[in-house]
């Protein structure tokens, strides 16, 4: 079998048990998968053992956690229980909160999200966020690092920026990715696979293209294979 390909499947599911089923489908083929606030608040940790099953498939745990340090703090120490291979912040909570969460958490990689991948840039002039969104990802990137986060989400817009703000040693993680044709749905700012990991990405996060195909672990495995040929 061929090494997993860097995507962390979204299993953005109705239910405990299609959310299971299609994580069984996709690991054989990807690194990761992706549990989301809906779910996690639905089944709660319930739903981590669920779709890690016997694999030991990495599971990213996508909460976005955003709130005074010492909140954070407890939530992460709460989940870190779950051995998550990877948790996420909002970088916007600062370089405090940031820190907290790293310490609660010391399993698991902390992932600061830079900006959500579904505000335009006028929604980020109207929220008065200065600049480009290029410039804001890499002032966040920045202040995240700084307070000690290991990983960052970025638009594969920005992760070329963010790479050259942060250099080698720090995981990209680029939601808004959708294979040519597919439809962009709610995201503002989107490449292709092979873009994003041109572009220095480490882990691409694709869940609708590979879920919401008629057989979820063929379109994770088409992914896989056209990753492949990508040269990192």
């Given at each position: 079998?061929?090494?997993?390909?860097?995507?962390?499947?979204?299993?953005?599911?109705?239910?405990?048990?299609?959310?299971?089923?299609?994580a069984?489908?996709?690991t054989p083929h990807?690194?990761?998968?992706?549990v989301?606030?809906?779910?996690?608040?639905r089944?709660?940790?319930?739903?981590?053992a669920?779709?890690?099953?016997?694999?030991g498939?990495q599971v990213?745990?996508?909460?976005?956690?955003?709130?005074?340090?010492?909140?954070?703090?407890?939530?992460?120490?709460?989940?870190?229980?779950?051995?998550p291979?990877?948790?996420t912040?909002?970088?916007?909570?600062?370089?405090a909160?940031?820190?907290?969460?790293v310490?609660?958490a010391?399993n698991?990689?902390?992932?600061a999200?830079?900006?959500?991948?579904?505000?335009?840039?006028?929604?980020?002039a109207?929220?008065?966020?200065q600049?480009?969104p290029?410039d804001?990802?890499?002032?966040?990137?920045a202040?995240?690092?700084?307070?000690?986060a290991?990983?960052?989400?970025?638009?594969?817009?920005?992760?070329?920026?963010?790479?050259?703000?942060?250099?080698p040693?720090?995981?990209?993680?680029?939601?808004?990715?959708?294979?040519?044709?597919?439809d962009?749905q709610?995201?503002?700012?989107v490449?292709?696979?092979?873009?994003?990991?041109?572009?220095?990405?480490?882990?691409?996060v694709?869940?609708?293209?590979i879920?919401?195909?008629p057989d979820p672990?063929?379109?994770?495995?088409?992914?896989?294979?056209?990753l492949?040929?990508?040269?990192?």
């Open positions: 079998m061929s090494t997993s390909a860097p995507i962390a499947v979204a299993l953005d599911a109705p239910d405990l048990d299609t959310a299971a089923h299609w069984g489908l996709v990807v690194s990761t998968v992706k989301g606030l809906e779910l996690y608040l089944y709660g940790p319930d739903v981590i669920s779709v890690r099953g016997a694999s498939v990213f745990l996508d909460l976005k956690l955003h709130d005074i340090p010492n909140t954070v703090a407890a939530a992460a120490r709460a989940v870190a229980r779950l051995k291979a990877i948790l912040v909002h970088a916007s909570g600062g370089p909160m940031i820190k907290a969460a310490e609660a010391p698991s990689q902390i992932a999200v830079t900006l959500l991948t579904s505000l335009s840039e006028t929604d980020l109207a929220l008065g966020v600049g480009t290029v804001a990802a890499r002032r966040l990137a202040i995240a690092v700084g307070a000690g290991q990983a960052l989400v970025c638009s594969p817009r920005e992760v070329a920026a963010v790479r050259a703000e942060v250099g040693g720090i995981t990209l993680i680029t939601p808004g990715v959708r294979p040519a044709g597919a962009t709610d995201q503002a700012r490449a292709t696979p092979e873009d994003a990991l041109s572009h220095g990405a480490d882990l691409l694709i869940g609708r293209p879920t919401g195909a672990g063929a379109a994770a495995a088409a992914i896989a294979a056209a492949r040929k990508v040269s990192h």
